[in-house]
């Protein structure tokens, strides 16, 4: 017989230096305490820096910038869908699309026509109605909503095939 025992949560500060230590590490698994925590504090960041190169850059730097800044994040995501015994495909494939689409919306000038000072309704349209936009908008959106809700999914208590368990330990009796 088995028993299956969880170990206390992580604390903010304990979680966001967890996931410091393992910024660019995809294997294993990650505890939803230690995501969301760390998450919350790399949205704060994030924002802050995302804002403050908004203001100094060219509209395309910056959102090339803010892309890769959206990398930082990946490899504890991907630790939280294997931690559920999810593929991190998910998340890849929810950051190319969004990607491309951030890229797409800036290449093709509607953003900049949007923001302006004489915004030109025309472009956004034409920009929304693009296949490229929508088939990037649609993917991203499904793929990003799938792996919302797999991070949280609570972990798997046995061993998978990404590694044991962080929060569970499992002891025979």
């Known amino acids: 017989m088995k028993k299956v025992t969880a170990k206390p ?3 903010f500060g304990e979680a966001v230096k967890l996931a410091m230590s393992r ?3 995809i294997k294993g ?5 230690e995501f969301w925590w760390s998450m919350l504090a790399f949205i704060i960041v994030y924002f802050i820096v995302n804002s403050i190169f908004e203001l100094v850059l060219p509209l395309m730097a910056a959102q090339i910038i803010s892309t890769f800044l959206m990398l930082l994040a990946m490899p504890l995501t991907i630790r939280r869908l294997q931690d559920t015994g999810k593929s991190m495909w998910w998340v890849i494939v929810s950051w190319l699309a969004s990607a491309v689409m951030n890229i797409y919306m800036v290449s093709s000038g509607a953003l900049e026509a949007l923001t302006s000072v004489n915004p030109d309704p025309d472009a956004a349209i034409n920009m929304f109605k693009s296949p490229v936009y929508i088939g990037c908008a649609f993917v991203s959106t499904v793929a990003g909503i799938a792996t919302f809700i797999f ?11 990404y590694g044991e368990s962080p929060k569970y330990v ?4």
């Open 170 to 173: 499992i002891e025979e009796i």
């Open 151 to 161: 991070c949280l999914l609570d972990s798997q208590p046995e061993t998978n095939k």
């Open 23 to 25: 910024l660019t590490d």
């Open 9 to 11: 949560q992580l604390g």
């Open 29 to 33: 698994r990650s505890r939803r305490s």
